[in-house]
């Protein structure tokens, strides 16, 4: 915890990890116990109607905790990290301001770092943006990660390549700002009194809680609720047609893939999400790790918050 952090405030708790971990249960459970709000650091669920294939736990299974910054975007809206910075830190402070403890839990590590941490955001330019996606749209994805990969290699380490947007913010602060986009990368220092838990379920685990989950999301019917998002736009939304699973069920509903096809290609992304997940994660020294999957580790999880709440006040 930092030095000057005022003695018997509220204790900030970040629940963290890979996908399919547990984190949703885990924030609720800290919330109940310690008395505390959540606010969510998932990027996906940000979006209306994007329900199934983002694990959106339901107002009904939130058990009367409040949950912040889920749905709060349309699919035609671009989620972005400075507007969410600003709401999320805007979310923090309220719940603080009222004696509470928020927990901020998500598996999306900047949006997390973002609101925990200090976190200046680059300037962005709308000419060289749009001049970088018409580029991206001649030449492809890979060719841009390409110009990535020389001119910031730091920074497509840690980018999906996949993942176009992510990749042309990057080349767009390098050209605007003549730095590193991995320059801007926030400082691992708390803006107030923060108590970091991640889950870290053993690998071929997690894997088949991800096979699983894939399969359970195209049974409660992933595909008919993409379908229902056509009409609102999500195929010309530039974030939430891309997400795993939703671009997926887009192709499935194109025709272009079939179902199994759609469900292995997102299991298979998911599965490599998750290990970009744990690299961002893993290096963090201030994270205390749990396997969720050992006997009482929940439990455990809960006496950690607990004590360091007890050692801020």
């Known amino acids: 915890m930092p ?5 018997g405030s509220p204790l900030v708790v970040a629940v963290v990890g890979p996908t399919a971990s547990g984190k949703s249960e885990l924030a609720l459970r800290v919330a109940e116990r310690v008395g505390g709000e959540v606010v969510s650091a998932d990027a996906m669920q940000l979006y209306r109607g994007m329900d199934i294939g983002t694990a959106k736990l339901p107002v009904a299974e939130r058990r009367g905790v409040p949950h912040h910054l889920i749905d709060v975007l349309d699919v035609t809206d671009e989620a972005t990290i400075a507007r969410y910075q600003v709401d999320a830190r805007a979310c923090i402070d309220d ?26 955001i ?4 709308p000419d060289v943006r749009a001049r970088l996606e018409a580029a991206a749209q001649e030449r492809g994805g890979d060719a841009m990660y390409a110009v990535l990969t020389e001119r910031d290699p730091v920074a497509a380490q840690a980018i999906e390549p996949r993942n176009v947007r992510r990749v042309i913010r990057a080349l767009e602060v390098v050209e605007i700002t003549g730095r590193p986009f991995s320059a801007s990368m926030p400082e691992r220092r708390h803006l107030h009194p923060t108590v970091t838990v991640g889950l870290r379920p053993p690998r071929d685990v997690l894997d ?9 999301m195209w049974r409660d019917g992933l ?3 993409v379908r229902a998002l056509v009409p609102h736009g999500i195929r010309e939304g530039r974030t939430a047609s891309r997400a795993l699973g939703y671009a997926q069920a887009l192709a499935e509903i194109d025709g272009t893939m079939g179902a199994a096809e759609a469900q292995a290609e997102t299991a298979q992304l998911t599965r490599r999400y998750a290990r970009r997940q744990e690299s961002w994660f893993r ?19 809960l006496t950690h918050v607990e004590n360091a709440i007890a050692d801020n006040g």
């Open 3 to 7: 030095a000057d952090a005022p003695g």
């Open 95 to 120: 719940i603080r301001a009222r004696g509470l403890h928020p927990v901020v839990a998500g598996g999306s590590g900047l949006y997390v770092r973002a609101a925990l941490d200090h976190l200046d």
């Open 122 to 125: 680059p300037p962005t330019d």
């Open 208 to 216: 088949e809680r991800i096979d699983r989950r894939v399969e359970q």
């Open 223 to 225: 595909v008919d609720e």
């Open 283 to 301: 290096p963090d020294p201030r994270t205390w790790w749990v396997d969720p999957t050992a006997e009482g580790a929940l439990d455990e999880a």
